[in-house]
């Protein structure tokens, strides 16, 4: 099986007809994903050809939605259309946003991923990868080719390290992977994966990816110790940033031993969580723990 994204699924773009649209477009198709249309206003009618396949343009999700079935749209629009894209997709009833842009304006995002949460649409990022179920679809920027169908659950705030441990773990591969995103407001958080990862059968241990900065990882370990029965492997970015900075994408500002990758290694090791100080040690946590439980 898989979370949030499964071959079943049925994919709008938002922004297809775009630089980083088109590209991504032809990716997410070469992945076998069911890519049923694109949306702009202005080119509504339209047809684009990637290879073997003409993806309809429509003038609305509302549109896409009603001639496709469509129950996921990736968004790629610019960000400041970013919050009007995605409020559209949630008026349409949308199951699924996956909001790759970034630099987002944290107001914007405060709004949208509210209203999405009112109108019952689940959102993706904003300023993330988007999700991999490998083998049967992939909703983002994610490289299908590095890793294969599998047993591990991989929930993660960082797009690069998310590619990282899929490559690493490739031999075992994963049920599915989802970049959540580093920005302060994202719309599905470690803990909603967590809970879908400790509820999929064919799901066996998640590795799970955090950064410095906030509490996330606090309130997810906090959460693993009262609801998550499968192994989980941790990993937290930032162990050699120095303290009062802030840092990259993320916006993490570590003030103290507030959201220190040593305290949040701690509040993860303290609930039975085997934490890496490596990438390549996180992997290597992960194949002894599947092995022993073979």
């Known amino acids: 099986m898989a979370i949030y994204l499964t071959k079943e699924s049925k994919v ?43 993806v309809p343009v429509f003038g609305s999700v509302a549109d896409g939605i009603q001639s496709t079935g469509a129950d996921v749209t990736v968004v790629f ?12 997709a949630a008026d349409a009833g949308i199951g699924l946003a ?7 304006p944290v107001h914007d995002s405060v709004a949208f991923t509210a209203y999405a949460r009112e109108k019952g649409t689940r959102i993706v990022g904003p300023n993330c990868p988007g999700l991999i179920s490998p083998g049967q679809s992939n909703a983002g920027i994610i490289p299908a080719d590095i890793t294969k169908p599998g ?27 989802v970049g959540i995103g580093g920005d302060p407001v994202v719309g599905t958080t470690h803990i909603d994966c967590l809970a879908a990862f400790q ?25 693993i110790e009262k609801h998550v029965s499968k192994p989980v492997v941790g990993y937290i970015a930032g162990f050699t940033a120095p303290e009062g900075k802030t840092m990259g994408h993320a916006g993490a500002i570590v ?7 040593r305290a949040k290694k701690e509040a993860l090791e303290a ?22 439980r073979l």
């Open 12 to 54: 709008l773009v938002q922004g297809m007809t775009g630089g980083e649209g088109m590209k991504h477009t032809r990716r997410m198709l070469a992945a076998g994903t069911d890519v049923v249309g694109g949306v702009n206003p202005r080119k509504a009618g339209r047809t684009i050809d990637f290879d073997d396949r003409a």
């Open 77 to 88: 629009v610019p960000p400041a259309f970013a919050k009007a894209a995605v409020m559209e």
């Open 199 to 223: 509820d999929d059968p064919d799901t066996e241990l998640v590795v799970l990816i955090g950064e410095i900065g906030g509490d996330a990882e606090e309130r997810a370990a906090a959460y």
């Open 151 to 177: 047993r591990i659950g991989l929930v993660s705030k960082s797009g690069t390290l998310t590619y990282q441990l899929m490559y690493e773990l490739r031999d075992i591969g994963f049920t599915t992977c």
């Open 255 to 261: 003030s103290g031993s507030s959201g220190t990758a």
């Open 98 to 104: 996956v909001v790759i842009t970034e630099g987002i």
């Open 271 to 292: 609930v039975g969580v085997k934490v890496g100080n490596t990438p390549t040690e996180t992997a290597r946590l992960v194949l002894t723990l599947l092995e022993n």
